[in-house]
């Protein structure tokens, strides 16, 4: 009896018979045990146990509670039956006690748990996206993953859904795996990172500044023992035993950073997860949150770091089934932020596997998902109420007014300053009552004077403070996704144009006018940066780029008046008592604004720092101009229709480019009624040809 070196576990389902077949025909490999999870055809079963049961080299063995792993045998676990491994031994799981419903993903995990860096996981052909989850828990122990060629795979479900997940490069053909397999073993023995010795954390720093210098993340903050797994894994992979050259491996493979990247933002997840914890929130949060609003009034929740959506659209469900059996209408507004904008494409594209049915009852599954071929996707009716962003909880202020944040699982992964810094952000933005959802092992370690416990197992908390506070010296950038305008400014002096203002003193002159509330638009009026809470200013929700779409009645019409003054005069422009409509309330208000120009040195371009408080504000400069409608109305006409002169010229050489272009559309649209006339013909002939062959037979 000889304990196996190595253990191959292999997953498939349709299309899977074939490919493992070739597997073990070209298989002389000593000293491994090879474990089948396999979901197949009674024919292909049938097949599999003759074709096996006689191999040259190695035993079949079908696996039972208790069996005992050896080399150079090969086990196939019962595919009704979740089996994992432990001691050495098959062990049953129960599906509760699982850490994967899925019998491919809960087998891998298990390997990944007992074995570590001598797991080798491989998936083949198949329908479903089984072994993805258990794929990502291999490599995070130093294993690695194989995948057959989508090309060559009859059914590309199961390779494609794995390598979504996985950082592995072994795409291979059957008949490849085992000399692939050999030479992991061999460069696995004889060259590996050393377990037990920690990477040098100036290493680990040279490494966090080069993906912050190159890519819009910044990983400065997470723990050290999360970044050094992963490292520790990539440098195993490419055989690379010193840190240093793995560095400069970096510098000159890009394509390495944005794998390395993708390996450290961690997004697991899945729908309904932690059953119990939904419960709570079903049950007893979200009827609290709805039954405190008003007809028409908003629901508004954050769930931040949603990865690829699901629990946004658990809570999204949850919801939308509680209005309907109140009958109660609201207006509901889900915003899902993540970092990662591979998993944000995913998320707003509603499309799941066909293994989300194990996750949610089959009522809710026909209710709220529409069948295709090999996906489920979410209905418009519940799609309609998220809106998915990039949000960096690092350095974008956080959402305001919000009745429940969820943010689960990420808090582990970094440091505890910076976990209090954004418990501060996410507690600065739930309203009066409003509702924390932290992860299982996670902690409050702000201010718990201000929260009530709903659950210490599940981490649910309510605000019950009356003031809230965050850390305004942390950087606040600009929440609306896609921005990458950078303002810091390394001197203030006047120029002619305004006040060129360094970014370190922008808080200093927003405590001196304004409460720190305020925006920087360029020349076109984008948004580069924000300051404070702008929730009573801007329409946030909206997510759009361009101030004059953010903005309420009237505030866009005195903003833009002020902005148009201050380009003509390069003076300061403030107007006050503006009314208008509070975004985030509805109810009447009244604000003052204060414009100022200046320049950027990094862009050589003009930069408009917009500052807004509210009227009753006490105004330690100037008085500015009142706001009159007519008044503010007139001026932003004329200078309008000055604007609109210069339009109408460029318009008139655009018409004579469109001229020209629409003569040219008008020849191309021809050739294709030509076209479609001679497959018209040629569909008739054809047509004919039918007829003659049906009498002939």
């Keep these: 009896m000889t304990k196996p070196d190595y253990i191959v576990a292999i997953g498939a389902s349709a299309g899977?018979?074939?490919?493992?077949?070739?597997?073990?025909?070209?298989?002389?490999?000593?000293?491994?045990?090879?474990?089948?999870?396999?979901?197949?055809?009674?024919?292909?079963?049938?097949?599999?146990?003759?074709?096996?049961?006689?191999?040259?080299?190695?035993?079949?063995?079908?696996?039972?509670?208790?069996?005992?792993?050896?080399a150079n045998k090969i086990y196939l676990i019962p595919e009704d039956q979740l089996m994992g491994i432990k001691d050495g031994r098959f062990i049953p799981l129960i599906e509760e006690n699982a850490l994967s419903p899925m019998t491919i993903d809960a087998f891998f995990i298990s390997l990944a748990i007992e074995i570590g860096t001598k797991a080798i996981g491989i998936i083949l052909s198949g329908i479903g996206n089984d072994g993805a989850e258990g794929?990502?828990?291999?490599?995070?122990?130093?294993?690695?993953?194989?995948?057959?060629?989508?090309?060559?795979?009859?059914?590309?479900?199961?390779?494609?859904?794995?390598?979504?997940?996985?950082?592995?490069?072994?795409?291979?053909?059957?008949?490849?795996?085992?000399?692939?397999?050999?030479?992991?073993?061999?460069?696995?023995?004889?060259?590996?990172?050393?377990?037990?010795?920690?990477?040098?954390?100036?290493?680990?720093?040279?490494?966090?500044?080069?993906?912050?210098?190159?890519?819009?993340?910044?990983?400065?903050?997470?723990?050290?023992g999360t970044l050094q797994r992963r490292i520790e894994?990539?440098?195993?992979?490419?055989?690379?035993?010193?840190?240093?050259?793995?560095?400069?491996?970096?510098?000159?493979?890009?394509?390495?950073?944005?794998?390395?990247?993708?390996?450290?933002?961690?997004?697991?997840?899945?729908?309904?997860?932690?059953?119990?914890?939904?419960?709570?929130?079903?049950?007893?949060?979200?009827?609290?949150?709805?039954?405190?609003?008003?007809?028409?009034?908003?629901?508004?929740?954050?769930?931040?770091?949603?990865?690829?959506?699901?629990?946004?659209?658990?809570?999204?469900?949850?919801?939308?089934?509680y209005l309907d059996v109140q009958q109660v209408s609201l207006n509901v507004k889900i915003f899902a932020t993540d970092i990662n904008e591979t998993a944000l494409k995913q998320a707003g594209s509603g499309i799941f596997p066909l293994n989300i049915a194990k996750a949610m009852s089959k009522e809710r599954l026909e209710k709220y998902f529409e069948r295709e071929a090999d996906s489920y996707k979410i209905k418009s009716e519940i799609r309609e109420l998220l809106i998915f962003a990039r949000h960096d909880l690092s350095k974008n202020p956080p959402y305001c007014h919000v009745d429940l944040i969820s943010c689960r699982n990420m808090l582990i992964y970094i440091k505890p300053q910076l976990q209090k810094q954004i418990l501060s952000k996410l507690a600065f933005g739930l309203n009066t009552k409003g509702f924390l959802f932290l992860g299982s092992s996670e902690h409050l370690t702000i201010d718990k004077n201000n929260f009530t416990e709903i659950s210490s197992k599940w981490k649910i908390y309510q605000y019950t403070g009356t003031r809230k506070l965050t850390n305004l010296d942390t950087e606040f950038k600009t929440p609306l996704s896609g921005l990458s305008g950078n303002t810091e400014i390394k001197s203030a002096v006047p120029t002619a144009s305004g006040f060129l203002i360094p970014n370190e003193d922008i808080h200093a002159?927003?405590?001196?006018?304004?409460?720190?509330?305020?925006?920087?638009?360029?020349?076109?009026?984008?948004?580069?940066?924000?300051?404070?809470?702008?929730?009573?200013?801007?329409?946030?929700?909206?997510?759009?780029?361009?101030?004059?779409?953010?903005?309420?009645?009237?505030?866009?019409?005195?903003?833009?008046?002020?902005?148009?003054?201050?380009?003509?005069?390069?003076?300061?422009?403030?107007?006050?008592?503006?009314?208008?409509?509070?975004?985030?309330?509805?109810?009447?208000?009244?604000?003052?604004?204060?414009?100022?120009?200046?320049?950027?040195?990094?862009?050589?371009?003009?930069?408009?720092?917009?500052?807004?408080?509210?009227?009753?504000?006490?105004r330690l400069q100037e008085v500015g101009t009142e706001f009159q409608m007519d008044t503010q109305t007139k001026a932003y006409i004329l200078q309008l229709e000055t604007e609109l002169l210069g339009v109408k010229q460029n318009l008139s050489a655009s018409n004579e480019y469109l001229e020209t272009s629409r003569e040219a559309m008008q020849a191309f649209n021809e050739e294709l009624l030509s076209a479609n006339e001679e497959m018209q013909s040629a569909n008739e002939e054809l047509q004919s040809i039918n007829e003659e062959l049906e009498t002939v037979n």
């Design 233 to 321: 894994r990539r440098m195993l992979h490419h055989d690379i035993q010193d840190v240093k050259n793995f560095i400069t491996y970096l510098q000159q493979h890009p394509e390495e950073i944005e794998i390395l990247i993708s390996d450290f933002l961690i997004g697991v997840t899945s729908f309904f997860r932690d059953p119990e914890a939904f419960h709570i929130l079903e049950k007893e949060i979200i009827p609290r949150i709805i039954s405190a609003k008003s007809e028409n009034e908003l629901v508004k929740v954050w769930v931040a770091c949603c990865a690829t959506g699901e629990e946004a659209y658990s809570i999204a469900i949850m919801i939308k089934e």
């Design 16 to 70: 899977g018979l074939a490919p493992l077949l070739l597997f073990f025909e070209h298989t002389e490999i000593d000293g491994i045990a090879f474990v089948l999870i396999l979901r197949l055809s009674s024919d292909s079963k049938d097949n599999l146990n003759n074709s096996l049961s006689t191999h040259p080299t190695l035993g079949l063995v079908h696996a039972t509670e208790g069996t005992l792993l050896e």
């Design 509 to 618: 002159l927003m405590r001196l006018e304004t409460g720190f509330t305020g925006v920087i638009i360029d020349k076109h009026g984008t948004v580069i940066e924000s300051y404070g809470d702008l929730g009573p200013y801007l329409k946030q929700e909206r997510f759009k780029y361009r101030l004059q779409e953010l903005l309420p009645d009237n505030l866009d019409l005195a903003v833009n008046a002020a902005v148009k003054d201050v380009v003509s005069s390069n003076a300061r422009k403030s107007i006050n008592n503006i009314p208008y409509p509070d975004p985030s309330t509805g109810r009447s208000s009244a604000a003052d604004i204060v414009v100022s120009s200046y320049h950027d040195q990094q862009t050589n371009s003009a930069r408009f720092l917009v500052i807004f408080r509210p009227s009753d504000y006490i």
């Design 135 to 224: 794929a990502i828990a291999i490599e995070n122990t130093g294993g690695v993953v194989m995948v057959q060629d989508p090309v060559s795979a009859q059914f590309k479900g199961k390779p494609q859904a794995v390598l979504k997940v996985s950082n592995t490069n072994l795409l291979l053909a059957a008949k490849d795996f085992p000399a692939a397999i050999q030479q992991h073993i061999a460069s696995h023995r004889l060259i590996r990172v050393p377990k037990k010795k920690n990477l040098e954390q100036q290493s680990i720093v040279e490494i966090t500044h080069l993906i912050k210098a190159n890519y819009p993340y910044d990983f400065t903050e997470y723990k050290n």
